[in-house]
């Protein structure tokens, strides 16, 4: 039976545990959420029946500021993934080292099987069951697996309508017409790109003619596509959900997969995309992607991780043994979170920053954040994602201890 995304993340915390010698009063609070809320809603179909809904907020930690996370629309979003969701955000806040804390959201139903009259009833019912646990200054919410900006502007509208006040930093991922950040919604990918070029750079390597598989086609996976094509490397596989399309020459990128046609590519399933050669594999889809009955015959030199938890450990152990370098997801897709936070920041300071700004302030933010996980993982003999526990462990516990 394969773990669950929680127990993978207890097991990498156990690890980061016993690099860093702590004790386990140290570690404890972070084994369990803080605070964990969930209730049922009712939402009205169209056809006039009734249906209940899950929901969820995890709050995990929040000793380096406010709890940070999306919201995700899902009919496998229960409180096991969510929990896990809430954990990595703390680690994740931690790596780039940004004062916020790590939480997540969640309904759990299907948004594709829902009319989009429905979807903005189970956004004003989630805003409204949470409103008292959520808010700028203790959590803020932010866009997820299926969710959008103008989901985050339904739960801003219904949160301020339930307070009475306005508070547009409740919430991240908004539209730029209610105090969205310019620059949001390419900053996941672009993040990623940044570490993937600093990363590159330390080893004496360019991205420029290096070939590439994409596992996935939503906004990262589409938006990392376009940018490393730009930069001249070469997309030699690309995905969705339904079909995986891979030419070893290179293929162009397309503005959408759905009537994607072009001589000479083959169609395959996302499985075997995973497997086909490449410089670099960017999964940008679900979790569990990689795990121990696929890892052993990944041919990729490099995996950057866009997606949250595409790896197991039982994997991270396989790309170990065969030399395969994992960039992490805690740090390579913390672009999006950190230009949340410049949007949080903006909104409180009643500033707005022009795209140019956003894309200043994030890429020293990814390009040290890399470094100083390079070194200490050079330092500790670490494969990154240990030595970002270990960072990230280490900064929560330095933050959990201050305040005791």
């Not at 969710?147 to 801003?156: D, K, V, Y």
């Not at 086909?276 to 569990?288: M, R, S, T, V």
């Amino acid at each position: 039976m394969k773990n669950t995304p929680f127990q993978n993340y207890l097991t990498r915390l156990e690890e980061a545990k016993e690099i860093l010698n702590l004790e386990e009063k140290d570690i404890a609070p972070l084994r369990e959420a803080e605070h964990i809320h969930q209730s049922d809603i009712m939402i009205k179909r169209d056809d006039g029946s009734d249906e209940t809904i899950k929901i969820y907020r995890v709050q995990f930690n929040n000793a380096r500021g406010p709890y940070k996370g999306g919201i995700r629309f899902h009919p496998m979003a229960d409180l096991d993934e969510v929990k896990a969701l809430a954990a990595a955000m703390a680690i994740k806040c931690a790596v780039v080292g940004i004062p916020l804390g790590g939480g997540k959201g969640g309904a759990q139903f299907d948004p594709k099987t829902h009319s989009p009259a429905e979807i903005e009833q189970v956004a004003r019912a989630w805003s409204r069951t949470m409103a008292p646990f959520i808010g700028v200054e203790k959590d803020v919410p932010a866009p997820d697996v299926y969710t959008t900006p103008q989901i985050m502007g339904w739960i801003l509208d219904e949160f301020e309508k339930t307070v009475g006040r306005k508070e547009p930093g409740m919430i991240t991922g908004k539209p730029v017409e209610l105090g969205g950040s310019l620059g949001r919604d390419t900053a996941t990918a672009q993040g990623g790109v940044y570490v993937l070029e600093a990363f590159l750079k330390s080893r004496g390597e360019e991205l420029r003619g290096k070939t590439v598989i994409i596992q996935g086609f939503g906004n990262a996976g589409a938006n990392i596509a376009r940018i490393l094509e730009a930069h001249g490397a070469i997309i030699v596989g690309l995905s969705d959900s339904k079909h995986a399309y891979c030419r070893a020459e290179g293929l162009k990128v397309p503005e959408s997969l759905a009537d994607f046609k072009s001589e000479g590519v083959s169609i395959i399933t996302n499985e075997e995309l995973l497997t086909k050669p490449a410089d670099i594999l960017i999964p940008a889809a679900l979790d569990n992607q990689l795990r121990d009955d696929n890892a052993a015959n990944v041919q990729a030199k490099y995996i950057l991780e866009l997606a949250n938890g595409p790896t197991t450990p039982e994997a991270d152990a396989i790309f170990e043994q065969k030399g395969i370098v994992v960039i992490p997801d805690v740090l390579a897709n913390a672009g999006g979170v950190t230009v949340s936070y410049f949007e949080w920041e903006q909104n409180r300071a009643g500033e707005k920053w022009s795209a140019e700004e956003v894309q200043t302030r994030l890429k020293p933010i990814m390009q040290n954040s890399f470094q100083a996980l390079d070194e200490l993982a050079k330092e500790k003999h670490l494969p990154y994602r240990k030595a970002a526990f270990v960072l990230a462990v280490k900064r929560i516990v330095g933050a959990m201890k201050a305040k005791a």
